[in-house]
């Protein structure tokens, strides 16, 4: 059965960095292409990046655009988010999510001084 499975979240100050993963099984994760989503309490879940199913191609929301970096390793069954200069409202638990429509259980991400 797929599973995708989050980690990487934590507590980090502000400008701080922090590199979630999502390992997936059970599928085969090269076909998908890959999506990292957020939600804040109170807030509707938001898209906050894609991959494609190669890499090369990317796309970022404009609030994390050019302080995200969405990557992934299809040896690994891997995607990355790295998150440099966190801003208290990246407060949020964020998710994978594939093509299929999966998701992980979510990895909290406090941004906080």
């Known amino acids: 059965q797929v599973q995708l499975t989050e980690s990487g979240g934590g507590l980090v100050h502000p400008g701080g960095s922090l590199r979630l993963s999502c390992v997936a099984s059970g599928f085969t994760f090269s076909n998908y292409a890959m999506r990292w989503f957020r939600q804040a309490p109170g807030k509707e879940r938001e898209l906050v990046a894609s991959?494609?199913?190669?890499?090369?191609?990317?796309n970022y929301a404009d609030s994390v655009n050019g302080r995200f970096t969405i990557s992934r390793d299809n040896g690994k069954n891997t995607v990355y988010l790295q998150m440099n200069n966190l801003k208290p409202e990246d407060t949020a638990v964020y998710y994978c999510?594939?093509?299929?429509?999966?998701w992980g259980q979510g990895t909290q991400v406090t941004v906080s001084s």
């Open positions: 991959i494609s199913r190669t890499g090369l191609g990317t």
């Open positions: 999510r594939d093509d299929e429509g999966n």
